[in-house]
């Protein structure tokens, strides 16, 4: 079992930046890697950002240049710094775990992820 807790959401004007962490737990050596989802009310959950034990990174489209992913994986923990936010970036935002021992088709594909935090709302506003 894994554990997953996120900090750092709130609301902000547009333009303006967030930093948020994710703290695994548990049973941390079978996780291979971590990411960030956010679904916003009425649409899918959507990938953000996923980065390997081997701190290989993948984005998506609509973040790169204004989010970055990063981890300490001493201390366990997931990092997404998030800049020039807008409005659309309006989301509650997760942090999941996928383990070792799998085969991924690459992407962020949440049915992927076998761990998954409560979420934290991030809120931008114009």
């Known amino acids: 079992q894994v554990q997953l807790v996120e900090s750092g959401g709130g609301s902000v004007q547009a333009g303006g930046s967030l930093n948020l962490s994710c703290a695994a737990s548990g049973n941390t050596n079978q996780i291979y890697s971590m990411g960030w989802f956010r679904q916003a009310p009425g649409r899918e959950r959507e990938g953000v950002v996923d980065?390997?034990?081997?701190?290989?990174?993948t984005y998506a489209e609509s973040v790169k240049g204004r989010f970055t992913g990063s981890q300490d994986r001493a201390k366990n923990t997931l990092y997404l710094q998030m800049n020039s936010l807008q409005p659309e970036d309006t989301a509650v935002y997760y942090c999941?775990?996928?383990?070792?021992?799998?085969?991924?088709?690459?992407?962020?594909?949440?049915?992927?992820?076998?761990?998954w935090g409560q979420g934290t709302q991030v809120t931008v506003s114009s």
């Open positions: 980065i390997t034990i081997l701190d290989r990174a």
């Open positions: 999941a775990a996928r383990l070792t021992g799998r085969n991924y088709r690459g992407g962020l594909r949440p049915d992927e992820y076998a761990y």
